[in-house]
C-alpha cells in the first residue's frame, strides 16, 4: 500500500531533507517545517533509517477544509480509520492550531478523538468501549489557516535519538541538527575533519557515521515496527540492506577537543556505543593551544553563545582567540554555529556565506569561512 507521508524537521534544513530523500529515489515537495513524499511500509523504514537530519516520519491519513467543529467531525468520521487502526490500537490524539478559526486545540483533539471512535466502532462491530489495549498509534490534527491535516506518526521517540548517546553534557546538539551542521560544510571522508569544542562528541560522531556511510537509524527501532500490518521480515530485510552499505573499510581522519576533560570522557563513551571510538582522535585541550600541518580540511564548531550577560565578555574573547588560532589555516573551510550574530567583529573575518538556522529554540547563524585548497598533498604532520 502507498502512502502519502512528510518527514518533518527543523526550520532552515528542509532543503536538506529533501535532498536526503532524493538520494534515496523519491520524489519530494519541500515545504516549511516538513517535506511531502511517497512510500510503502518498507519506504517508511527504509527512510526512518536512512534520513540525517529529519525529525519524524508521518502519514498524511487526510488532508481537508474545516471552519466549524461540525465539519471538523464529519470530515474524520468519512475516513476509513479501520485501514490504519486495528480494533484494539491505542490512538492519543496531539493537537496544534494557527491563524484558524477552529483555535481551541483540546476541543479540535476531543472531536478526532470522538469522531475516530465513532468510524471504528461501526467497523468493527462494537457496541462497547474500544479497549486501547493493542500497539500504539500516535495521531495529531494540525490546523493551519482552516486547513486540516490529520497525520499518524510512525516514527515514536524522535529520529534526533539515535540510541548511542549514553551521557551528554550541558546544552547538548540533537544528533540531526549535528548531522545537519556536516552536510551543510564541503567535507568529504577523505579530508581532515575538526570539531574543537566538541562536548558530547555529537558532530564527530555523526560525521564519522556520514564517513561510514552508516545509517544513523541502525540502532534504534521505529514506533511502527509493534504495528500488526508491518511485516517483520521486510523490516529485518530493509534493516540488512542498510547494513550492508556501510564501509567499514574506509580510513577517516576526524579530531575532536574540548577544553573539559570530563566532555572528553563522556565522548568517548558515545563514540563506544555506536563502535567508533577507533574512527575519532578525542583529545583535552583549549581553543588557543591547537595546532595543525595538514590542510585542505573542515573545521565544524558549536562554541558558547554567551547568552547571559554575565557570560558575553568571557564568549568573545574566546572568539578572539578562535580567530588567532583558525584565521591562518587558509586551506581550511571553518563553519561556527552561535546565536551570536556579532561573530564575524570578534573572530575578525568576515563570512563567505551565513545561514539562519535553529539549535532548537534558539535562532542561531551558521557562520561559513571558505578556503582555499592547496594542491602540495606532501605534508604528513599530525595535529
Known amino acids: 500500500m502507498k502512502f502519502n507521508l512528510v518527514a518533518t524537521c527543523a526550520a532552515g534544513i528542509e ?12 520524489e519530494v515537495q519541500v515545504e516549511n517545517g516538513r517535506v511531502r513524499f511517497t512510500g510503502t511500509e518498507a519506504d517508511i523504514i527504509k527512510a526512518s533509517l536512512w534520513l540525517r537530519t529529519a525529525d519524524r516520519i508521518k502519514i498524511v491519513v487526510d488532508e481537508f477544509d474545516a471552519t466549524t467543529f461540525d465539519e471538523l467531525f464529519e470530515k474524520t468520521t468519512a475516513i476509513p480509520w479501520d485501514h490504519f487502526l486495528p480494533m484494539d490500537a491505542a490512538f492519543p490524539v496531539e493537537g496544534r492550531s494557527r491563524n484558524s478559526k477552529l483555535h481551541s486545540v483540546p476541543d479540535s483533539q476531543a472531536i478526532v478523538k470522538k469522531a475516530i471512535v465513532n468510524e471504528l466502532s461501526a467497523a468493527y462491530h462494537r457496541h462497547t468501549r474500544l479497549p486501547e489495549t493493542g500497539a500504539k498509534f500516535p495521531l495529531e490534527v494540525a490546523i493551519n489557516k482552516d486547513h486540516v491535516m490529520l497525520t499518524l506518526d510512525t516514527t515514536g521517540s524522535s529520529l534526533f535519538k539515535r540510541g548511542y548517546r549514553v551521557e551528554k553534557g550541558a546544552a547538548p546538539l540533537k544528533e540531526n541538527m549535528a548531522a545537519a551542521l556536516v552536510m551543510l560544510t564541503s567535507w568529504y571522508p577523505d579530508m581532515p575533519f575538526i570539531d574543537p569544542f566538541c562536548g558530547s562528541g555529537t558532530i564527530p560522531i555523526e560525521a564519522a557515521m556520514i564517513g561510514r556511510n552508516i545509517a544513523p537509524g541502525f540502532n534504534r527501532d521505529f514506533i511502527c515496527e509493534k504495528w500488526p500490518w508491518v511485516d517483520e521480515e521486510m523490516v529485518q530485510q530493509v534493516r540488512d540492506e542498510a547494513d550492508s552499505k556501510a564501509d567499514y573499510d574506509r580510513e577517516l581522519d576526524i579530531f575532536a577537543s574540548d577544553i573539559d576533560g570530563n566532555m572528553i570522557e563522556i565522548s568517548k563513551r558515545n563514540a563506544e556505543e555506536v563502535g567508533l571510538l577507533d574512527d575519532i582522535h578525542f583529545k583535552q585541550l583549549a581553543v588557543a593551544d591547537f595546532k595543525t600541518d595538514k ?17 558575553k565578555e568571557q564568549v568573545h574573547e574566546l572568539y578572539r582567540q578562535m580567530g588567532k588560532v583558525f584565521k591562518p589555516l587558509t586551506s581550511w573551510s571553518k563553519y561556527f554555529l552561535t546565536s551570536d550574530l556579532e561573530f564575524e567583529k570578534y573572530y575578525g573575518q568576515q563570512a563567505t556565506k551565513r545561514r539562519k538556522l535553529y539549535n532548537g529554540a534558539i535562532r542561531t547563524d551558521y557562520f561559513q569561512f571558505w578556503g582555499k585548497k592547496v594542491r602540495n598533498m606532501s605534508s604528513l604532520s599530525n595535529y
Do not use: Q
Request: hydrophobic share 35%.
Open 15 to 26: 532543503a536538506l531533507v529533501g535532498k536526503e530523500l532524493r538520494d534515496l529515489g523519491y
Open 295 to 311: 590542510v585542505n580540511g573542515v573545521i565544524i564548531g558549536n562554541p558558547p553563545y554567551g547568552e547571559r550577560m554575565s557570560d
